[in-house]
């Protein structure tokens, strides 16, 4: 009797959604000491549960003062937790592996002038942490002749933590201020943390003129990847003159081999790039226009050789028409600007699925009494997906349409694909508008009682969408914006907040 019990309360905390092929999977409600809590960090255990990594705020401006880390079994209930203080430090890994945490966290100490990268560890089932120190740095860089006080490094990148697909490898990527020439350190270590590479990256150009986008660590042997936007002219305007005036290049570290790649087209611009490094591999997708012209006219797609450093296969596959249909109603002579990327995925075959969103600040005079101030709205709109093949066709692209504003971690979505499908994540109301030409738009419920909803585009680019989270009846709204995909890429974490109540979400595919 009480097998049969337990297994019907299972059932009711997992719901099949057949027609998506999504399976959906909840926790207990439940409260913490906080308030506020986004969710970083996700990981199997290789059990059938999870470890999540949470952090939480305090004070007017929302500084991270600790982490909330919880080990939860196959059904979502919490086996055991912890608190971690701050202390001035940050955490930017996780990695769960053999019964065993790792935490990886940055420490500065601004009256030593120090900066530490610390591996924390503990077993999976008692949660009690040691530290060991895998970098420390003070004001000198043995090796290097330029002196790096605590206050020089730059203050966009300086300390990214990054593992590679498999989390075989670890790179710490440090970028230090240095006016007339970019310079960053990277250290790479293995999967048991032994530091096996160390490289000081420089460029012969202004610090202001270089904007490294990304960093990628193969997972077959520690080679790094940087991925730069490098500015031209001595500005760091995007364009100037009618002109574009950067352009992409990215670099390769292995032991002593440094090498580099331009992407410059004598007839388009690429205006956005993004890597892909999957089993060796090496893919960028991006958008691009016409060398003059700010409007994305379609996707670009560039194969690299590992072994050369080449292009081996360059394309450019302007949008379909019925993309231009489902954006506009009709085919109209006017394309897209400012898309930020929030998914790329490659396929066992090869073909890539991306994800992007319009993404745009606005700011309004708001009057208020005698007088009033600029109040600035972050607009989230139309989400774009597409299907590249290798060889550079462009399966499908389609737009949906959607209006959000503000930026609470509602807004926006997360996505990831499964097979042939490609699941993506938003909130909204449901009163879903109908527009011409067969078309809908998923449009903002500002309250606590916002629906998910689960968008499935098939291997066709054919989409239906379905409720998932019923907001009238749970009042539980997800922060969508901030999803966590684990390891094996097909189950999306999130963490819903109402007040002091939260809950957790699975969202993996089932078929």
């Given at each position: ?9 299972f ?8 027609q998506?092929?999504l399976?959906v999977?909840k ?8 308030k506020?809590s986004?969710?970083?960090f ?7 549960g ?6 939480f705020?305090?004070g ?6 600790g ?8 059904q ?6 912890t ?10 890994g ?5 019964g065993?945490i790792?935490l ?8 030593a002038?120090?900066w530490?990268?610390n ?15 895998l970098?420390?740095?003070?004001d ?11 206050n ?14 498999n989390k ?5 990527s ?14 790479v270590?293995?999967?048991?943390f ?8 420089s460029k012969d ?26 500015f031209e002219n ?5 364009k100037?003159?009618n002109k574009s005036?950067y352009?992409y290049?990215?670099?390769y570290?292995l032991?002593e081999?440094?090498?580099t790649?331009s992407?410059?087209?004598?007839d388009?611009?690429?205006?956005s790039?993004?890597a ?8 960028y997708?991006?958008f691009y226009s ?12 560039f194969?690299?050789?590992p072994g050369t450093?080449e292009?081996?296969h360059g394309?450019?596959?302007p949008?379909?028409?019925?993309f ?12 897209l600007?400012?898309?930020?990327y ?10 890539i699925?991306?994800?992007a969103?319009?993404?745009f600040?606005?700011?309004v005079?708001?009057s208020?009494g005698?007088?009033?101030?600029l109040?600035?709205?972050?607009n ?7 299907r590249?093949k290798?060889?550079?066709?462009l399966?499908w692209?389609?737009n ?10 509602r ?5 990831f ?6 699941y ?8 879903i508008?109908q ?10 419920k500002?309250?606590k ?5 689960a ?6 680019g054919?989409?239906?969408?379905q409720e ?8 539980m ?7 966590v995909?684990t390891?094996?890429?097909?189950e ?16 993996f595919?089932?078929?």
């Amino acid at each position: 009797m009480l097998q049969k019990l337990t297994l019907a309360l299972f059932l009711c905390s997992q719901i099949m959604y057949a027609q998506l092929g999504l399976t959906v999977q909840k926790s207990d409600i439940f409260q913490d000491e906080k308030k506020r809590s986004d969710l970083i960090f996700a990981e199997e255990d290789g059990q059938g549960g999870l470890v999540t990594v949470r952090a939480f705020y305090s004070g007017l401006n929302n500084k991270i003062s600790g982490y909330y880390l919880e080990h939860h079994d196959k059904q979502l209930k919490v086996l055991n937790k912890t608190e971690l203080a701050s202390e001035n430090y940050q955490l930017k890994g996780l990695k769960v592996a053999d019964g065993i945490i790792y935490l990886i966290s940055v420490y500065s100490d601004k009256s030593a002038k120090t900066w530490n990268v610390n591996l924390h560890t503990s077993p999976l089932e008692k949660l009690n942490f040691t530290q060991t120190v895998l970098i420390s740095r003070d004001d000198i860089e043995k090796g290097h002749s330029t002196i790096f006080s605590f206050n020089q490094k730059d203050a966009d990148a300086y300390d990214e933590v990054k593992f590679s697909k498999n989390k075989n490898f670890m790179c710490v990527s440090l970028d230090v201020k240095n006016k007339e020439e970019e310079t960053h350190l990277i250290y790479v270590f293995d999967k048991n943390f032994k530091k096996t590479g160390d490289y000081v990256f420089s460029k012969d150009i202004k610090d202001k003129l270089f904007e490294l986008d990304n960093i990628d660590v193969d997972d077959f042997n520690g080679g790094v990847y940087l991925q730069a936007k490098v500015f031209e002219n001595d500005s760091r305007m995007t364009k100037k003159e009618n002109k574009s005036n950067y352009h992409y290049e990215i670099y390769y570290l292995l032991g002593e081999e440094k090498k580099t790649l331009s992407f410059k087209e004598d007839d388009k611009f690429i205006g956005s790039l993004m890597a892909i490094n999957d089993g060796g591999q090496l893919s960028y997708i991006g958008f691009y226009s016409e060398l003059n012209d700010w409007r994305y006219k379609g996707v670009c797609r560039f194969e690299i050789d590992p072994g050369t450093f080449e292009i081996k296969h360059g394309s450019f596959a302007p949008f379909t028409e019925q993309f231009m249909i489902d954006k506009y109603g009709e085919k109209k002579e006017k394309e897209l600007r400012n898309l930020v990327y929030k998914g790329a995925f490659k396929l066992n075959n090869g073909d890539i699925i991306l994800n992007a969103e319009e993404f745009f600040i606005t700011q309004v005079y708001v009057s208020y009494g005698m007088g009033g101030a600029l109040s600035t709205i972050y607009n989230y709109n139309d989400i774009v997906a597409l299907r590249i093949k290798e060889d550079g066709t462009l399966v499908w692209a389609r737009n949906i349409n959607k209006a959000q504003t503000l930026d609470g971690g509602r807004e926006s979505f997360s996505s990831f694909a499964f097979n042939d499908k490609n699941y993506i994540l938003v909130n909204c109301s449901d009163k879903i508008k109908q527009l011409s030409n067969n078309r809908i738009q998923f449009k903002q419920k500002r309250s606590k009682k916002t629906n998910l909803y689960a968008i499935a585009l098939d291997a066709d680019g054919n989409f239906t969408h379905q409720e998932i989270v019923d907001g009238d009846i749970e009042q539980m709204p997800y922060a969508v914006a901030k999803g966590v995909l684990t390891k094996n890429g097909n189950e999306l974490i999130l963490i819903g907040r109402n007040n002091k109540d939260k809950q957790f979400i699975k969202i993996f595919a089932s078929e």
